[in-house]
T-cell receptor, first 110, second 114 residues
């Protein structure tokens, strides 16, 4: 059974820092890996989707990488801002069903 | 604007009562999903439906039921058999069979016990 782990569970950084969030998964038979953002009390907003044949995707200050063979993905956030404060969730898609990690709660301090 | 609408935003359940959470989408997506989120944790799949009049159990279906009579609607009933229903419930939809399209989420319903 697929298991997804996110490290760290929580992270606090000063504004302007570059940071990396980690996601690992146990079964490499995936179609894609998705990164989401969740603000308190809200639903999930899709940030990036990396298909299994791709190595990375970029959107603005965000860059996500995927190493399927080692079961790892990273989300890199450049020049962090207070507005980036949220919980970040990764999920792997093994056939129209997502398995989620527990999330990383990020706080960016002004 | 296309999207997913969940209602109500907050719901309270009395012991022994069934309650129904609404989820409507106007994205013309075939697939719809219900997830449960407990505090500080990720999402767990309750039920999903890939086509009208068909649905499958997810990892934690016990104590829940669903129906899919219309493409746009996928209501979730939390039955009295669900002994620990307090959680944040999220509905999502996606294009079925596409590996390059993300799931889209509603804003959730928070269910509490009275």
């Amino acid at each position: 059974k697929q298991e997804v782990t996110q490290i760290p569970a929580a992270l606090s950084v000063p504004e302007g820092e570059n940071l990396v969030l980690n996601c690992s998964f146990t079964d490499s038979a995936i179609y894609n890996l998705q990164w989401f953002r969740q603000d308190p009390g809200k639903g999930l907003t899709s940030l990036l989707l990396i298909q299994s044949s791709q190595r990375e995707q970029t959107s603005g200050r965000l860059n996500a990488s995927l190493d399927k063979s080692s079961g790892r993905s990273t989300l890199y956030i450049a020049a962090s801002q207070p507005g980036d404060s949220a919980t970040y969730l990764c999920a792997v898609d093994a056939g129209n069903m997502l398995t989620f990690g527990g999330g990383t709660r990020l706080m960016v301090k002004p | 604007d296309g999207g997913i609408t969940q209602s109500p935003k907050y719901l309270f359940r009395k012991e022994g009562q069934n309650v129904t959470l609404s989820c409507e989408q106007n994205l013309n997506h075939d697939a719809m999903y219900w997830y449960r989120q407990d505090p500080g944790q990720g999402l767990r799949l309750i039920y999903y439906s890939q086509i009208v009049n068909d649905f499958q159990k997810g990892d934690i279906a016990e104590g829940y039921s669903v129906s899919r009579e219309k493409k746009e609607s996928f209501p979730l009933t939390v039955t009295s058999a669900q002994k620990n229903p307090t959680a944040f419930y999220l509905c999502a939809s996606s294009i079925f069979g596409s590996s390059n399209q993300p799931q889209h989420f509603g804003d959730g319903t928070r269910l509490s016990i009275l």
